[in-house]
């Protein structure tokens, strides 16, 4: 065999063994692109369920082309660094509350307003619809992936609360714009991270606090908190956001995918925490036969109307002041609930 006949059947046998092995005759190999999702509640915990889902959906309809590694309970980056940690590369995806970091994020703030949203479901269809709309400058440093709320907030406390009356003088845990509402409503709000709070109701730190129930049993509040009232009171909106720079780097096909889940998974985790707090509410019932939820009264909704006007007004001259359309956004959102409401 000649010296040439040799070295073309040398190639064509390294480039059979690059065919078996995965790899190009080059030597690279087609791994998948690796991304890196950071959260910051527990794993349990609604927002995780979340992301899990969009995990396997992202590597199932790209075809393991996409795999993505996740990363719950603050493990990569804390609640209030994940925005900035995305911005910068510390994690290529990361799922945020836009309440931790109050009056940067204006026009979808105006989503958390207690504007009686009925439902998760309703509320996170009309932040979909508020970004698409106005299209917020607020997110022009990152890929927005998503957005969702959690279902409306409610009272929860180791007394019974049978009506508002029963919150004067009480000191909840409480954050964003339920502090305002809570103070209206004759109740002392007390700023804490969810994860101190167990412990500050033990003590008597706390006699309770404004959350959405879903916590009753994904973090076993009913032990603590036996009592509900549930009105609909404020929601936490959500955005799943992407470093810019890893975003435009992905192949088109894969962005595709990205862009077809956008919507599919705000309606998703929107449906799943809707039945999760009723599945939390039987669960409550049957894990603590103290546990009552008590429906508001007529006279109460009354004073929750006279209580939020306040704050809607402060809204809108607060994001009007920084050159923004205020009062466009809050018409906007309550055509959103009225639109959903039933849906």
Same mark, same amino acid.
């Given at each position: 065999? !000649?010296?040439?006949?040799? #070295?073309?059947?040398?190639? /064509?046998?390294?480039? /059979?063994?690059?065919?078996?092995?995965?790899?190009?005759?080059?030597?690279?190999? +087609?791994?998948?692109?690796?991304?890196?999702?950071?959260?910051?509640?527990?794993?349990?915990?609604?927002?995780?369920? @979340?992301?899990?889902?969009?995990?396997?959906?992202?590597?199932?309809?790209?075809?393991?082309?996409?795999?993505?590694?996740?990363?719950?309970?603050?493990?990569?980056?804390?609640?209030?660094?994940?925005? $900035?940690?995305?911005?910068?590369?510390?994690?290529?995806?990361?799922?945020?509350?836009?309440?931790?970091?109050?009056?940067?994020?204006?026009?979808?703030?105006?989503?958390?307003?207690? &504007?009686?949203?009925?439902?998760?479901?309703?509320?996170?269809?009309?932040?979909?619809?508020? #970004?698409?709309?106005?299209?917020?400058?607020?997110?022009?440093?990152?890929?927005?992936?998503?957005?969702?709320?959690?279902?409306?907030?409610?009272? #929860?406390?180791?007394?019974?609360?049978?009506?508002?009356?029963?919150?004067?003088?009480?000191?909840?845990?409480?954050?964003? !714009?339920?502090?305002?509402?809570?103070?209206?409503?004759?109740?002392?709000?007390?700023?804490?991270? #969810?994860?101190?709070?167990?412990?500050?109701?033990?003590?008597?730190?706390? %006699?309770?606090? &404004?959350?959405?129930?879903?916590?009753?049993? +994904?973090?076993?509040?009913?032990? *603590?908190?036996?009592?509900?009232?549930?009105?609909?009171?404020?929601?936490?909106?959500?955005?799943?956001?992407?470093?810019?720079?890893?975003?435009?780097?992905?192949? =088109?096909?894969?962005?595709?995918?990205?862009?077809?889940? *956008?919507?599919?998974?705000?309606?998703?985790?929107?449906?799943?925490? $809707? %039945?999760?707090?009723? +599945?939390?509410?039987?669960?409550?019932? =049957?894990?603590?036969?103290?546990?009552?939820?008590?429906?508001?009264?007529?006279?109460?909704?009354?004073?929750?109307? @006279?209580?939020?006007?306040? &704050?809607?007004?402060?809204?809108?001259?607060?994001?009007?002041?920084?050159?923004?359309?205020?009062?466009?956004?809050?018409?906007?959102? @309550?055509?959103?609930? %009225?639109?959903?409401?039933?849906?």
């Amino acid at each position: 065999m !000649t010296n040439q006949k040799k #070295m073309i059947s040398t190639l /064509c046998f390294s480039a /059979c063994i690059a065919v078996l092995c995965g790899c190009s005759p080059s030597g690279k190999t +087609d791994k998948p692109i690796t991304l890196t999702y950071a959260n910051f509640p527990p794993a349990s915990t609604f927002p995780c369920v @979340q992301m899990e889902r969009w995990k396997e959906e992202v590597e199932k309809r790209t075809k393991g082309k996409v795999a993505v590694q996740t990363f719950p309970g603050g493990t990569l980056l804390g609640a209030k660094d994940i925005f $900035d940690g995305v911005k910068q590369g510390s994690a290529d995806i990361g799922n945020f509350a836009m309440s931790y970091q109050p009056g940067r994020f204006p026009i979808s703030e105006g989503v958390d307003l207690p &504007i009686g949203f009925p439902s998760a479901y309703a509320a996170t269809m009309t932040f979909c619809d508020v #970004m698409d709309h106005f299209k917020p400058a607020e997110f022009n440093d990152v890929e927005v992936l998503t957005v969702f709320t959690c279902p409306p907030a409610a009272i #929860m406390a180791s007394a019974p609360v049978p009506a508002l009356s029963a919150l004067a003088g009480m000191e909840l845990r409480v954050s964003g !714009t339920g502090a305002e509402l809570l103070k209206c409503l004759g109740g002392v709000p007390v700023a804490m991270p #969810m994860s101190e709070t167990p412990d500050a109701l033990q003590k008597g730190v706390v %006699q309770g606090l &404004i959350s959405s129930m879903e916590i009753l049993k +994904d973090m076993n509040f009913v032990s *603590y908190c036996p009592h509900a009232l549930r009105v609909n009171l404020n929601v936490v909106t959500f955005a799943v956001v992407m470093n810019k720079t890893k975003y435009a780097a992905l192949p =088109e096909d894969v962005k595709a995918v990205f862009q077809e889940l *956008y919507r599919d998974q705000a309606e998703w985790t929107a449906r799943y925490v $809707d %039945q999760h707090v009723e +599945d939390a509410l039987v669960w409550s019932k =049957e894990n603590n036969p103290a546990f009552t939820l008590t429906n508001p009264s007529s006279e109460d909704e009354k004073q929750l109307l @006279q209580c939020v006007q306040p &704050i809607l007004e402060d809204y809108v001259a607060s994001v009007s002041a920084k050159g923004l359309p205020g009062e466009d956004v809050l018409a906007f959102i @309550q055509a959103g609930r %009225q639109k959903y409401a039933g849906k």
